[in-house]
């Protein structure tokens, strides 16, 4: 990625990232979110592959996160002000393990070995 194009999406070094960052928390915060939880393990088969590969208690509080954004989005309501001031959208749990799995998935390919897993359209 060029130098310009990372400090383009540097929320340090661009005032238009940092407010879009702002933005963003403040509305996964609404919900009780985090960034890691809006990866879609049905899009993505890396990420499926990585949430298999995670602990059980850490796919479970996502469970019970996506579940509880779901029940309040259905109810046009949000998490009360001192829940939400709780909350750290951005703290990662997925992503060192999704490189990983990124990684070996790249390394099997660049083998010629067969894939994992593939995606097939029924």
Do not use: C
């Amino acid at each position: 990625m060029s130098s310009l194009l990372k400090s383009f999406v540097d929320p340090k070094k661009n005032w238009l990232a940092a407010l879009h960052m702002k933005t963003l928390s403040r509305r996964l915060r609404k919900y009780g979110l985090r960034y890691d939880d809006l990866y879609d393990p049905y899009y993505d088969l890396d990420v499926k592959e990585t949430l298999n590969r995670l602990p059980t208690e850490i796919v479970d509080a996502r469970n019970q996160r996506l579940k509880r954004a779901m029940d309040l989005s259905m109810k046009h309501e949000y998490l009360p002000e001192n829940l939400q001031a709780m909350q750290t959208p951005f703290r990662g749990y997925l992503k060192d393990m999704l490189a990983l799995v990124k990684k070996e998935r790249a390394e099997r390919e660049a083998l010629g070995a067969l894939p994992l897993y593939q995606r097939t359209i029924p």
